[in-house]
């Protein structure tokens, strides 16, 4: 295969994230570092085991006050500023950490009012934040009470969809924020959860809640001791996320058409999918973490499914029935005792599908078209939960459905370029990013392709923000989980999908 002269950078570029890719590296989270910077050393506990957590909440607070994202997404601020205060106030060292949760304190109280403003809670809000307000008042903290007492309600209609037994089981994902136990957790019955890595549902945070309630547990630590590694104090949202990482890398290097010039460097990330593939459940994030979901295991199918196309490899296996265990009457959900539907998962899901002949598949794709139909907005974009952006969401939607229902996307593919910033970028939160305008370029020139009709401009401008800008790799966290949170190299993996695909329009 020739490669053109502009490829030739983005060609060594993916390769080297292809090898340099392992456990899935991720941007730090404020949340889970305030809850390993609470942690106090065994044998003398008045002191820090890791003093560098305080060091690092200490140097990262916000002029504002508060502790997160980039963004003022206000959940995503909301609770990691909780937890800084609660973990500065446990410590109070010296009267600058003081004056820091005083800081934290007044921002909390103002963006409580403010949290209807955000499209969608970040994950375990509801269940998290009573805990922390209870822990803050029995510290004397000065906290919005009355403006968040609905999360207690919120909660107990959240639990009643768990069936008792299933409470304390690997399987359900609501171990991930064990930390809303608070004083009731269940020291025996808490032993079991506990994954083969020695973590709490592969969550520092959920983890370092564990270890506070039930003391001095080897696994625990040294998951947490792997965690705080390499991070400068810091502690990201989940580790490891090596599933997800691979998966969706794999995914934006293909939809690029990039796999004939990388099969050297692809077969291992190949070979390790298929070796965690479980054909009744599919994958999870980690094969840490034993909670499957709709989401990992449809990015996964595909990648495997075009793995066999390709080059025969085993992943070909891999049957579309497994999809039957997260099907519903009207949509797909991406794991058990799901509130609210995600979009996203579904649209993930009808784009696994693209790659399959089976009968099953039509039908399928039927429920998932109908389900997109329901919940697009009128001004023609979605949202969704796992997300803070909705140009994530749409874009996908336009890559899975526009061979396939060009009319359905058609209207978003007109707000997509009725949308572009002066200078050629995507930001649907006032400033913009590399990852919301790599997921524009590449929804568009798939549009295009099909349809026709993309100013030619649009294109241009947009490949010209990402070349310009391409090296910068501080990107803003904007996926949803428990904080908001950025997968780095699945970040840089679209940037460079986008570009390929504008060089080979």
């Known amino acids: 295969m020739i490669v053109p002269a502009a490829q030739t950078d983005l060609i060594a570029e993916a390769r080297q994230l292809l090898r340099q890719m392992d456990q899935g590296l991720m941007s730090i989270a404020a949340y889970d570092t305030a809850w390993v910077g609470a942690l106090s050393r065994a044998a003398a506990p008045e002191t820090p085991a890791f003093p560098e957590s305080l060091e690092w909440l200490c140097h990262n607070q916000h002029p504002d006050g508060s502790w997160g994202g980039a963004h003022e997404y206000y959940h995503d601020r909301v609770i990691s500023t909780l937890a800084a205060v609660l973990t500065l106030a446990r410590w109070r060292a010296c009267d600058t950490m003081l004056q820091q949760c005083e800081r934290g304190l007044d921002y909390i109280a103002r963006a409580a009012a403010n949290l209807h403003h955000d499209p969608y809670a970040t994950v375990g809000f509801e269940l998290i934040v009573p805990t922390l307000l209870e822990e803050g008042e029995r510290m004397g903290l000065r906290l919005p009470h009355a403006r968040l007492a609905r999360y207690r309600d919120i909660r107990q209609r959240k639990l009643a969809r768990i069936p008792p037994e299933m409470l304390y089981n690997r399987k359900n994902p609501t171990l991930y924020s064990l930390e809303f136990m608070g004083d009731h957790l269940d020291r025996e019955r808490a032993a079991s959860v506990q994954e083969e890595n020695g973590s709490i549902g592969n969550s520092p945070s959920a983890t370092a809640y564990y270890l506070r309630v039930c003391g001095d547990e080897p696994r625990a630590w040294s998951y947490i001791a792997q965690v705080m590694g390499s991070n400068g104090g810091g502690a990201v949202f989940s580790f490891p996320l090596e599933i997800f990482e691979r998966a969706w890398v794999l995914y934006n290097l293909d939809l690029a058409g990039l796999w004939p010039l990388l099969r050297e460097e692809i077969m291992p990330h190949l070979d390790y999918l298929a070796r965690v593939w479980h054909e009744e459940r599919g994958v999870g994030f980690s094969r840490c973490y034993s909670t499957c979901d709709l989401d990992d295991t449809a990015i996964t199918f595909r990648v495997l499914r075009r793995g066999g196309e390709m080059w025969g490899h085993e992943g070909a296996s891999v049957c579309v029935d497994v999809f039957r265990a997260y099907a519903e009457p009207d949509h797909f ?138 090296g910068a790799h501080d990107h803003p966290p904007l996926w949803i989980s428990k904080t908001l949170f950025a997968p780095l190299h699945i970040i840089d993996s679209a940037v460079i999908s986008a570009l390929a695909m504008y060089e080979l329009r």
């Open 333 to 470: 959900r991406t794991f058990c005792f799901e509130t609210d539907p995600s979009l996203s998962t579904n649209i993930h899901l009808l784009d696994a599908l693209s790659v399959c002949a089976e009968a099953d598949a039509s039908a399928m794709r039927k429920t998932i078209l109908a389900f997109m139909r329901r919940t697009r907005s009128p001004q023609m974009f979605w949202f969704d939960k796992w997300h803070a952006s909705p140009y994530y969401v749409t874009s996908h939607a336009i890559i899975a459905a526009a061979t396939l229902c060009p009319e359905l996307i058609a209207g978003a593919a007109r707000w997509l370029v009725a949308t572009q910033r002066p200078d050629g970028a995507w930001g649907y939160w006032g400033l913009s990013t590399l990852e919301e305008t790599a997921y524009g370029l590449q929804a568009l020139i798939t549009y295009d392709r099909v349809a026709g009709g993309v100013p030619h401009d649009v294109l241009d401008r947009a490949a010209g923000y990402l070349r310009a800008h391409r």
